[in-house]
């Protein structure tokens, strides 16, 4: 039997990698050809990243195949309100005289600037209709003197239509609404558009004490375009400086550190110019691909560079020195991005098809950067490296850097393997009780999380929200049946209904629709029937008029505003909303009424959509677990990989849960893809194991050899990983900003998890197993 055991423990293990690393043998034998290709391919990927576009919709993280996303869509389609608008939040002493003078050449302005197509404010409201006559201006020019005046801001301040709608009750706040043309929104027009804009406000305004912040969707999207493209260049050069800085200091040779570096730098090339040719749009996700493609290469890119590096100091030539790493680093260089690309495969399942474009992007560029690693690192290699024996001498004279940590982790292991049982049961009881803590979170979602916080967007709709009754429109959309008609009596009286019934809402303001202008008409005195109201419709401008009417005149749209809330605080009024129409709904056969607009599809499909995605870490644990257990041919090594693979997600998760965080979408995809990129150290380590095992004398001797080999620079790459991810602090948009510190804080979780639970559990379970490997 101890025969047996012996030819067993002595055997080579098989590749983890299932031969895939042997793809860098063939650039180490043919490197030139291998240079050729790669230099078309980078001239190619240029061409590909000038094709690149940006993505800013605000709407991007709802849309799907959904029947509430279509009906959203369709909204949007036939009412192009809300979509166009730019919203200008004008505050200061608003009533005083010179200041509705210069408001009132500010509104006649903007509606001459290019693009626009029409205002709504303060100066659109009239006064009482007289029979036969359409009704004049609520603001006479010239305007009137003293006691005149007065009573002008007293039918102002009084005025249904202006009163906490377009004034706020303390006349410190006025809301001018441009619409845009959708040709001006949706094109490169934008920018000057707003700029435009800006500019005339700034002209008229000077000098009158008033204040103008501009928001709404257009501005929004404008904030996330310049975002997004501002963080692309300083992502590619932030992360890239970061690593070579790193690679240079621990090297100390910039050989070694364009070997480190080489790679995935062609990486990322590469990949954002294959997302240009397949026309893989940058949004608020994507933008993250680049510090996510130098995390995933440089991590092994820098393993392989440190084996050649240690076979050089050995005294081995340069070319069996590559060879050798590759056929020793190599295999776990395949599984580790093999875990990567679990993580994004993991993300198809969400309803989102902006995450489920992320998780295909993430899956192309994981591919891209195994592919470049493996065949970039042996031509760079034999390129850039000098005489062997000449740096042997001189790395042995002085190698401080590596000497430190080796040391480090030579007494990291040794505490690990003396008493194993009890690290292993400190490391499971942690992380029972950060499970705890994780179990906690709760989802969030807030539309103002998608933009720039430190723009003026989010500081206007928050004014809006404290003083008026909010920015983001809530939407009821009605369709006629067949038989009846616009200005029928049973579509009026639906329309009054549903208007009452929002208007009655708590958590909604701000509602209009047909039955405002119908009931204006009655307050005056006036007669409201159908073929009065259509006359003044019909004196309406086309544009005030689609915001409520179709222009098929099939379906008409009674619309309010709620404020910025959490949706989880947002998704009581929708539904209590719906209850209501329900009524509506039974009593009028026929007639579709049905709430929409963003605000309600986040509401409703926000905190499902989150946790969902949430209770998909688990599964890919057990995946991952399996795939790692499957590649070492080991249920010990599967096992073993699993408290690792938790141990950040749980610990970062209960950081967010202290810190009041919740649970956002860029917090769970941050969580998910870190749990693949995480178990690059526990890899290595377990992939350097299992060859010492052949050699060792007992696992706890092999455990200590492949902790002081691995140990430095898994060590150094979680540090630079780290960095890669932390550089998105400087992101003016939240998302990403959260998505980068957690991901920092999971890769150096992942690291302590490592070094203080997998050493340990590794070693006792070899311990307890006396079957051999």
């Not at 800013?56 to 809300?82: H, I, M, N, W």
């Not at 049982?421 to 400190?426: A, K, P, Q």
């Not at 009065?532 to 019909?538: A, E, F, L, M, P």
């Not at 329900?582 to 026929?590: D, I, S």
Request: net charge neutral; glycine share 8%; with cysteine.
């Amino acid at each position: 039997m101890s025969n047996k055991v012996t030819e067993r423990r002595t055997r080579v293990p098989p590749s983890i990698g299932l031969g895939a690393e042997r793809l860098g043998l063939l650039a180490l034998r043919h490197p030139v050809t291998v240079g050729v290709a790669a230099a078309i391919l980078v001239g190619l990927a240029l061409l590909g990243i000038g094709k690149l576009q940006v993505d800013d919709s605000l709407s991007q993280f709802f849309r799907s195949d959904s029947t509430e996303f279509r009906q959203y869509e369709t909204v949007a389609k036939r009412f192009p309100s809300s979509e166009y608008d730019i919203l200008a939040v004008v505050t200061g002493p608003v009533l005083e005289r010179t200041s509705l003078e210069a408001l009132r050449n500010l509104a006649t302005d903007l509606q001459l600037v290019d693009g626009a197509r029409g205002l709504v404010s303060i100066f659109s409201a009239r006064t009482a209709p007289t029979s036969g006559r359409l009704p004049a201006p609520l603001f006479p020019e010239p305007l009137p003197e003293g006691e005149a005046y007065q009573r002008l801001l007293d039918s102002v301040r009084s005025n249904e239509i202006l009163k906490d709608k377009l004034l706020a009750s303390n006349g410190a706040l006025t809301l001018m609404v441009l619409a845009l043309a959708p040709e001006a929104v949706e094109s490169a027009h934008l920018a000057a558009a707003v700029h435009d804009i800006q500019s005339t406000i700034d002209s008229d305004l000077a000098g009158s004490g008033l204040k103008v912040q501009l928001t709404g969707v257009p501005v929004m999207q404008l904030e996330i375009r310049r975002a997004i493209e501002r963080d692309r260049v300083l992502y590619n050069a932030a992360g890239l400086l970061v690593g070579c800085l790193i690679a240079a200091v621990f090297f100390r040779r910039v050989s070694f550190m364009l070997i480190a570096a080489g790679p995935p730098l062609v990486s990322i090339l590469l990949a954002l110019g294959a997302f240009g040719w397949l026309d893989l749009r940058l949004n608020i996700f994507l933008n993250m691909m680049t510090p996510l493609i130098m995390v995933i290469s440089f991590s092994d890119s820098m393993q392989l560079t440190f084996h050649v590096r240690t076979r050089l100091i050995a005294g081995t030539d340069k070319r069996e020195a590559i060879r050798d790493a590759l056929l020793v680093v190599g295999p776990a260089c395949v599984l580790t991005h093999a875990t990567a690309a679990i993580s994004f495969i993991a993300l198809q399942a969400s309803e989102s098809d902006l995450i489920r474009d992320f998780g295909k992007a993430g899956l192309l560029a994981t591919a891209i950067a195994l592919a470049a690693v493996l065949t970039l690192m042996p031509p760079l290699g034999l390129l850039l490296l000098g005489r062997a024996d000449a740096f042997a001498r001189s790395a042995r004279r002085a190698d401080p850097g590596v000497s430190v940590l080796r040391r480090f982790c030579a007494l990291i292991a040794g505490w690990m393997v003396h008493r194993p049982g009890l690290y292993t049961g400190c490391g499971l009881a942690l992380t029972g009780l950060l499970a705890i803590g994780y179990l906690q979170l709760q989802p969030r979602y807030r539309l103002a999380d998608e933009v720039p916080g430190h723009e003026q967007a989010v500081a206007a709709s928050d004014r809006l929200d404290r003083d008026l009754t909010g920015a983001n429109p809530i939407d009821v959309m009605i369709q006629i049946p067949p038989g009846e008609s616009l200005y029928s009596a049973r579509t009026l009286g639906v329309v009054a209904e549903v208007h009452r019934m929002l208007g009655r809402q708590p958590g909604v303001g701000n509602v209009w629709s047909l039955e405002t202008l119908r009931a204006w008409l009655a307050e005056n005195g006036q007669r409201a029937d159908p073929d009065t109201i259509k006359g003044y419709v019909d004196a309406l401008p086309n544009f005030l008029v689609r915001r409520f009417v179709s222009a098929d005149e099939r379906a008409l749209l009674v619309t309010g505003r709620v404020r910025d809330v959490d949706a989880s605080d947002l998704l009581p009024v929708v539904q209590d909303l719906d209850r209501t129409l329900a009524a509506v709904r039974q009593g009028n056969p026929g007639y579709t009424v049905a709430v929409t607009s963003l605000s309600a599809i986040a509401a409703r499909n926000s905190a499902r959509m989150i946790d969902k995605l949430s209770r998909g870490i688990t599964v890919e644990v057990v995946f991952i677990a399996a795939a790692i257990g499957v590649a070492f041919r080991s249920l010990r090594v599967m096992c073993a990989s699993i408290l690792p693979a938790i141990f950040p997600v749980v610990a970062t998760g209960s950081l967010l849960w202290l810190t009041d965080g919740g649970l956002r979408f860029a917090s769970v995809v941050a969580l998910t893809v870190a749990l693949g990129l995480g178990l690059s150290a526990t890899i290595h380590f377990l992939n350097r194991m299992t060859l010492d095992l052949v050699t060792a004398e007992g696992p706890g001797l092999a455990v200590e050899q492949a902790t002081v080999q691995m140990g430095p620079p898994l060590i150094l790459t979680t540090v630079v990983l780290s960095c890669a991810f932390a550089i998105t602090i400087l992101s003016n948009l939240p998302m990403l900003r959260l998505f980068g510190w957690l991901s920092a804080l999971a890769m150096l979780f992942a690291l302590v998890a490592d070094l203080l639970i997998l050493r340990p559990v590794i070693t006792l379970l070899y311990r307890y197993d006396r079957t051999g490997t």
